[in-house]
Each structure stands twice: as C-alpha cells, then as structure tokens.
C-alpha cells in the first residue's frame, strides 16, 4: 500500500468513533397525536412541545429527532401507527389521548411511554400508582372520572328544571367513555336528574341522535373528552343549538363553534409538561419514577350569546366564579 495512500486510510479510520458517537447522540421521540394534522388545536400543541424542548436546550434535528403520526381519529389507524411508532424503537413515545396510549401500550412493555389527555389512569389500569407508576409508562391525566359531577353540577346550576342528562361520545374513539357515563350517573340522583348514554359512531348519527333525545323536556348535554366529537364540533354545537340542548363540554373546540360552556384544561400546557418529561427520560430518567401528573388549574368558559338563544339567563354567581364570560 503505497504511503499517501495509508495515511488516507488511517485519518479516515480516525473519524470513525466520532461518527458513531455522533449517531449515537442522536436522540428520537416518537409522538402519536389522537387527532388530524390539518386541525389548528393540535399545530397549536405541537409548537408548545416543539418550544418547550427548545427551552431544555434540545436543538430539533440535530440532537434529536421528532416521528410524528397522526390518527386522524381512524382506529385502525391509530393501531397501526402505535406498532409502527414502536418499530421504529425510538427512546421514548408520547401518546396523545387514551386511544393513541392503548395503541403504544399493546405495542411495546418495553419503550418509555408519556401519555396526555388520559382520564384517571389508575382506573383505566394503565399505572398501578400515580406518585411511582412503574413500568414503562407515566404521564398527564385530562380528568378524573369524578369530574362528571362538576360537569352535571354546572347544567344543573344554569338550568335549574333540568330532568334529563345525556352524555354522547363515540365509543370506538373515546374508549374511556364508559367511565365518564358512570361519573356523570353518580350524582344525579341527588340532583334529580336521570342520565343516559347516547353513543354515535359517525358524524351523520350526531343530528338524529341529538333530535330524539330532544323529545322529552328539560334536557341537557354533556360532552366529555372526545377526539372524535371535539373535530365535528361544529355539527355538535349546531345540532344543541337547534334544538335548543344546553350542553357543557370538556374540549375548547365546542367554545371557538359557538358552544355554550365548557369545563376543561389546558391541553397545550399538556403537551409543554409532556416534553420535559421526555427530556428527562433522555437523560436517564425512569418513566416508573415521575409521578404521574394531573392539572394545575381549570377553566370554566360561558358564552352568554349561546344562553341568550336558548333562553337561559346565567346566574350571577356563575359569572363570577367563571375565568371566561363570552359575549
């Protein structure tokens, strides 16, 4: 081998190490958002994740790398986003909603998972312990499930003949929504009131479902988390309108569509926790040692437009403990 030639050979072996290390520095995060890519709630998540591993000091792209999937509320979809998410063997996943934390669970026992907008975990069985989970998987909760007695409560406190509840969700994308019926079903006897499911499985079904409620008196609404529902908010919050429903929801969509209130969180403070979180477990962190974590506040939200058209006059009491009175 001729000398220039060996030295050639021996400064490119010497870059090797360096190469691999570089590689393997490179960290990825797999995130599985519940919802379509089009939609602006979720760019408005996803720029509060992205900003939030900018301020822990990751640099997108050079020292780590982002593998988004999107459900589009489909799931099947979602499914087999959450085995492909898996099959990529990122170093952590970040699971948006309860449907998209079942599909990485059933994927992988193995790879750290960050879940967000999950009602009462423990319930739903995916953590044994919130203060030290264990396992693979920590994470945000939306909700306990005892929130359905704040969500029945403020019906009845702005329609005080209220008689009949009944809670919608698609079933298929809200898998949690069994729970949500029975938080709901707690208290209303209490309250005089009798509650009862309304499940749908299409936008189509949303009107007809709402009409044949509708005929008996004195009925109200309740929308609990449901990523199928909060995109077709606006056929919703039409459909409660014309048939003059007062409903209370637990997404912020139903609000920017008209809706009358909603009691919910702030989910773009969800996905800003679920990135250091990550930045955490990529630095050595277990997810089975960071407690799992519920919000620091929630916001009622009333559109006194939305009473006016039903004819509801909103207590005063209810306008000053509210954190938003919409005209």
């Known amino acids: 081998m001729r000398r220039r030639e060996f030295i050639?050979?021996?400064?490119?072996?010497?870059?090797?190490?360096?190469?691999?290390?570089?590689?393997?520095?490179?960290?990825?995060?797999?995130?599985?958002?519940?919802?379509?890519?089009?939609?602006?709630?979720?760019?408005?998540?996803?720029?509060?994740?992205?900003?939030?591993?900018?301020?822990?000091?990751?640099?997108?792209?050079?020292?780590?790398?982002?593998?988004?999937?999107?459900?589009?509320?489909?799931?099947?979809?979602?499914?087999?986003?959450?085995?492909?998410?898996?099959?990529?063997?990122?170093?952590v996943i970040?699971?948006?909603?309860?449907?998209?934390?079942?599909?990485?669970?059933?994927?992988?026992?193995?790879?750290?998972?960050?879940?967000?907008?999950?009602?009462?975990?423990v319930t739903q069985g995916f953590v044994t312990n919130l203060a030290h989970p264990e396992g693979n998987i920590t994470g945000f909760v939306a909700f306990e499930f005892s929130i359905g007695s704040k969500w029945i409560g403020l019906l009845k406190q702005l329609v005080p003949n209220l008689a009949h509840?009944?809670?919608?969700?698609?079933?298929?994308?809200?898998?949690?929504?069994?729970?949500?019926?029975?938080?709901?079903?707690?208290?209303?006897?209490a309250l005089g009131v009798d509650v009862t499911s309304l499940p749908i499985h299409s936008e189509t079904?949303?009107?007809?479902?709402?009409?044949?409620?509708?005929?008996?008196?004195n009925g109200g609404l309740v929308i609990a988390g449901d990523s199928f529902l909060a995109r077709n908010a606006k056929i919703v919050v039409e459909a409660a309108a014309k048939y003059r429903l007062p409903a209370v929801y637990a997404n912020p969509e139903f609000m920017h569509a008209g809706g009358l209130m909603s009691y919910t969180f702030d989910f773009a403070d969800q996905f800003r926790g679920a990135a250091y979180y990550v930045d955490r477990i990529l630095k050595g962190a277990r997810p089975g040692d960071l407690p799992v974590q519920f919000p620091t506040k929630y916001k009622l939200v009333i559109s006194l437009k939305a009473a006016k058209a039903l004819g509801l006059e909103v207590p005063m009491s209810m306008m000053l403990t509210a954190d938003e009175v919409v005209d």
Do not use: C
């Not at 970040?94 to 009462?120: C, G, Q, W």
């Not at 949303?206 to 409620?213: H, L, M, S, V």
């Open 165 to 189: 509840v009944a809670i919608m969700s698609n079933p298929v994308t809200s898998p949690q929504s069994g729970f949500h019926l029975k938080s709901v079903q707690t208290p209303a006897p």
């Open 8 to 91: 050639a050979l021996v400064a490119m072996a010497a870059t090797w190490p360096l190469v691999a290390r570089s590689s393997d520095q490179l960290k990825r995060i797999g995130v599985l958002v519940n919802s379509v890519e089009t939609e602006p709630e979720p760019k408005v998540d996803i720029a509060a994740f992205e900003q939030a591993l900018r301020t822990v000091g990751w640099k997108l792209g050079q020292d780590v790398t982002i593998e988004y999937r999107w459900s589009r509320l489909t799931p099947e979809r979602t499914t087999a986003l959450g085995a492909e998410l898996a099959g990529l063997n990122p170093d």
């Open 94 to 121: 970040v699971a948006h909603t309860t449907a998209a934390l079942v599909a990485v669970r059933n994927a992988t026992k193995t790879i750290p998972i960050i879940f967000m907008a999950v009602s009462d975990p």
């Open 205 to 217: 079904e949303i009107e007809p479902a709402i009409a044949g409620f509708t005929r008996q008196s």
